[in-house]
């Protein structure tokens, strides 16, 4: 009988070494090949060479391992295979064809990069240090490996004890969920269990941390004072850093003249009360002995994981009302919101939501001639829990005035929903949602004036780049091209990028951990222009010109790193 012709594997270790011989799948390292030269191609925002290591090592690892998928679903489906000098020719030209792929993806890696730097304004690289790359991403690989093989031999080991009392079919099966349960057990239960513990005790010291240069306010209508309800100790450092900057009377004055108020900023912290219903209790308490009720108006803004709030946003409105405006946020983590999201996911909606519960219902108790507009913001995962926060059956009667959430995350159901429904001639980078009435998106560009289009009771603008990963990763991305990559493409997206399974999922997964590292106007950093379009658009201030629209912008732009003065700029 014929023996089948085997695919010649190519030694990693000497048997003596390795206590038995150890192989590289070749059509593994040729698919791996592949897969590591298209992650050198562009996709939203730019990398740094031990982001691009990190991300070819991953890409390695998943074709090599896409590669070993397909070879063994081949001999399991007992398809005929070449003979094995056949075999070995067609092997020697495909790796040589992945050489040369792999070589010329190399020399093209930096003028990619530069095609998204040149569209974001920054400087070009001359080269993007294919080296250092391929330094941090051989290791990676191989770990990745090393633990592919260590599951793969548990699996062995426990389908032999399993086949000595049950069919070879059924103890495979089961020898994989038992080898995924155990190593699932051991990754969840105890090192995530772990780094979690770790990472919880860092942040909760760092929330803790008591800054020298930010010390505990005079003024009685701020929080933390003196004669606030809420301990200056207990609000965190963002909360500290939030109520004790913004815009003074002495700068809005600078800006406008007579005729400003001294913003109001309420914080509850973490600490500042026993249980959620407390602390939004608690701020509302603050509200009213500021007297935030009073002003015209009254922001209810969710943070983001570490409980931080973007001051571009918050003071561009301070300055456009001229300071005649409340904000109230409550603090539902301290941790980074990608931790937040995947530790703590309902807590920051449930807190979101009790304080819309308890502000909203002091708001419906004053008339409705002497109450202040109410609106909604949020960034990024506070964006998420702000959409969460209102059932629209509850408001109905007496609806919210408006909502502003920039940079939405892909995980928003309320951004999905609304962008799928789009009309058929709007890009998905761009929606344009039915007749405009209630829901428009903007961008650097401000497309916010719709024509033929009027506002409606509820005015909500989403503000989202289209270079913005946490916006536009998308896991189906794994297997299809993503809508927002078909032409017409964001003004800030490179023509260069192309789709590729399985890699364009990981380019964008390393995107999301860049986001905050692309330039101020790009990525997941919003400028204060363009809040500043947003706001305009959404609680339509009076008295501004254009002229007053381009003085105010220009005011944010010469400011030192873009914020005005009083505004420590930090980020979280």
């Not at 506070?382 to 995350?409: C, K, T």
């Amino acid at each position: 009988m014929r023996k089948e012709a085997r695919e010649a594997p190519v030694s990693l270790l000497p048997a003596w070494l390795s206590g038995g011989p150890v192989a590289l799948s070749t059509i593994g390292l040729i698919v791996g090949t592949l897969f590591f030269a298209a992650s050198l191609s562009p996709s939203l925002v730019p990398r740094t060479w031990t982001m691009q290591g990190v991300l070819s090592g991953l890409s390695l690892a998943a074709g090599y391992g896409t590669g070993v998928a397909l070879r063994w679903c081949w001999s399991y489906l007992e398809l005929p295979v070449p003979s094995r000098r056949v075999q070995r020719v067609l092997l020697a030209l495909a790796a040589v064809a992945c050489l040369a792929v792999a070589v010329i993806f190399l020399r093209q890696a930096s003028d990619w990069q530069n095609s998204i730097r040149v569209l974001m304004d920054m400087e070009t690289v001359d080269t993007a240090r294919p080296f250092r790359v391929a330094l941090l991403a051989l290791p990676l690989f191989a770990a990745i490996l090393m633990f592919s093989r260590a599951f793969l031999f548990t699996f062995r080991v426990i389908s032999a004890r399993l086949h000595r009392h049950i069919p070879r079919r059924i103890s495979h099966g089961l020898g994989v969920v038992l080898a995924v349960a155990l190593f699932w057990s051991v990754i969840d239960g105890v090192l995530l269990a772990a780094l979690m513990r770790g990472l919880d005790t860092s942040f909760q010291q760092f929330d803790a941390l008591m800054e020298p240069e930010v010390a505990a306010p005079d003024d009685p209508t701020r929080t933390g004072s003196a004669a606030s309800l809420v301990d200056w100790n207990t609000l965190g450092r963002t909360g500290r850093n939030f109520v004790s900057s913004g815009p003074g009377l002495d700068t809005l004055r600078a800006f406008h003249g007579e005729g400003v108020l001294k913003p109001i900023r309420v914080y509850v912290g973490l600490n500042s009360a026993e249980d959620i219903r407390a602390r939004a209790r608690l701020a509302v308490d603050e509200l009213e002995r500021t007297g935030a009720f009073e002003r015209a108006v009254l922001v209810i803004a969710t943070p983001t994981g570490t409980g931080w709030l973007d001051p571009s946003a918050i003071d561009t409105l301070e300055f456009l009302h001229r300071g005649d405006v409340a904000t109230v946020a409550l603090q539902y983590s301290y941790l980074p919101s990608w931790l937040s999201l995947l530790s703590e996911e309902e807590y920051g909606a449930e807190s979101a939501r009790a304080l819309f519960e308890a502000v909203y219902g002091r708001w419906t108790q004053l008339p409705r001639d002497a109450r202040p507009r109410l609106y909604l913001h949020g960034l990024s995962l506070g964006a998420l829990n702000s959409e969460r926060s209102a059932d629209l059956f509850d408001v109905i009667a007496d609806p919210f005035h408006g909502a502003l959430w920039s940079g939405p995350p892909f995980r928003s159901q309320a951004w999905r929903t609304i962008t799928a429904s789009r009309e058929p001639d709007s890009p998905a980078w761009l929606p344009r949602f039915r007749d405009s009435s209630i829901v428009r998106f903007t961008n650097q560009y401000n497309t916010l004036e719709v024509p033929g289009a009027r506002w409606g009771p509820i005015r909500i603008v989403y503000l989202q780049y289209a270079s913005d990963p946490v916006t536009f990763f998308e896991p189906q991305a794994f297997y299809r091209q993503p809508e927002w990559m078909a032409p017409p493409r964001g003004p800030d997206v490179s023509d260069s990028l192309r789709w590729y399974p399985v890699v364009t999922m990981l380019q964008l997964a390393i995107d999301v951990a860049a986001a905050d590292e692309a330039p101020m106007g790009f990525g997941h950093i919003y400028a204060p222009e363009h809040y500043i379009d947003a706001w305009l658009a959404v609680t339509d201030p009076p008295d501004w010109s254009p002229a007053d629209i381009a003085r105010l912008k220009a005011w944010f732009r010469t400011r030192s790193d873009r914020a005005p003065p009083d505004t420590p700029v930090s980020r979280p």
